[in-house]
């Protein structure tokens, strides 16, 4: 069995929960290695306090789950199979009863619900989510090399992208080349969809890149990740394309000092509220506190977005291990839009930072 499995069997028996039922393919993918998205189809791991674990797949993807390393039980169900009576089968072989299930409540739907209230009628029902995040937030030295080389191939996507900004190139423009550009060394996803965001549109924290062409005088934010064998990386820089404003340059330089204090605020046994505060004062002493709308980063690494959450509000201390990343940023609308971000790993002395493209204002002549 491995540690991971083990570890939330550890947990069942301390909260007396006789089975969990874990459905979304990140979890599935952490304790089992397997990962697929199986869209419609049902996906499940199925673990016990101490009886075999087994793994629910579409049949097709059977072979797949062998090779990914799983040396336990498979159901394999076909398309005009039902997988709950096969689930429920394997279930009675291992034990007779059960009186409370653990399920990702956020990720499970209604019908599975009543599809699994019908296998364990009387049993209450738990959230495994709480648990399952703490356990992917401290990642190993397996995992701290994976994220790393994603984050190096987020630094040669965003220095590709500088390279590539012209007068009269769009957002479009720039960002094909760049994810072109990655698909030749060999990555064939990103964490997200990729943004790159010119002028006004930078001034939107979740802009949608379009046909706008940069012009001299623009910031331009690239907002980027790449995922390495499951794992992301994330990171934003804002360049500038000529010379630029004095007010866009205060903008720049305030977000630059913010983020640079986070990152040194971020060590074991502060908070996460300490960190996000840490910046978001320096922001606010600047005049431009209404002008930062979201929390200062988040956890990293099997999902781009994981726990913790970088807020004001939230007292989680920091310990080592984490991965997670520091992104502060002002957005002026029709002045400026800045964001900077880097993704840490907090050792026992502090924040080792992931991600090495410089963070001075690049300007691109």
Same mark, same amino acid.
């Given at each position: 069995?491995?540690?991971? %499995? ?26 089992? #290695? ?40 498979? &159901? ?8 709950? !009576? ?7 072989? =291992? ?7 653990? &399920? ?9 619900? !009543? ?55 769009? !957002? ?25 965001? *010119? ?27 790449? %995922? ?12 500038? +394309? ?28 502060? *908070?996460?509220? !300490? ?5 978001? =004062? ?6 431009? #506190?209404? +002008? ?9 690494? &099997? ?33 400026? #839009? ?9 050792? =026992? ?5 992931? *991600? ?10």
């Amino acid at each position: 069995m491995n540690q991971r %499995v083990e570890k939330l069997q550890s947990w069942m028996k301390e909260n007396e929960v006789e089975v969990s039922f874990i459905t979304s393919s990140e979890n599935v993918f952490y304790l089992s #290695g397997y990962f697929t998205n199986p869209h419609e189809r049902l996906l499940a791991l199925v673990v016990f306090q101490q009886e075999e674990p087994f793994l629910v797949c579409p049949s097709m993807e059977v072979h797949d789950a062998k090779r990914s390393g799983w040396e336990n039980e498979i &159901i394999g169900y076909s398309d005009i199979e039902n997988p709950w !009576e096969m689930i429920q089968r394997s279930i009675q072989k =291992r034990i007779n009863s059960v009186s409370k299930t653990a &399920i990702e409540k956020e990720h499970m739907n209604v019908e599975r619900y !009543e599809q699994l209230s019908s296998i364990f009628p009387k049993a209450a029902l738990i959230s495994a989510e709480e648990k399952l995040r703490l356990l992917r937030m401290i990642k190993d030295e397996k995992e701290l090399k994976i994220i790393e080389e994603a984050c190096a191939l987020a630094d040669y996507a965003v220095e590709f992208g500088a390279s590539e900004i012209k007068e009269g190139k769009t !957002e479009l423009d720039v960002l094909n080349a760049v994810e072109y550009a990655l698909k030749q060394k060999g990555v064939t996803e990103m964490s997200f969809a990729t943004m790159v965001l *010119t002028g006004a549109n930078a001034a939107s924290p979740h802009g949608n890149p379009g046909l706008t062409k940069i012009k001299k005088g623009d910031l331009v934010l690239f907002d980027l990740g790449v %995922v390495v064998d499951r794992y992301c990386s994330d990171i934003t820089r804002t360049v500038a +394309y000529g010379d630029i404003n004095d007010k866009q340059k205060e903008i720049y330089d305030t977000v630059l000092k913010a983020q640079i204090a986070a990152i040194e605020a971020s060590k074991p046994g502060v *908070t996460a509220a !300490e960190v996000d505060l840490t910046a978001r =004062r320096i922001i606010a002493d600047s005049g431009y #506190g209404e +002008y930062f709308p979201h929390r200062l980063g988040h956890g990293l690494g &099997i999902s781009v977005h994981e726990y913790p959450s970088m807020t004001e509000t939230n007292q989680l201390v920091i310990e080592e291990g984490m991965v997670y990343t520091i992104e502060p940023g002002i957005y002026v609308p029709e002045v400026a #839009g800045v964001r900077i971000e880097d993704d840490i790993y907090i050792t =026992r002395d502090g924040a080792k930072v992931l *991600t090495k493209f410089p963070k001075e204002l690049q300007i691109i002549k």
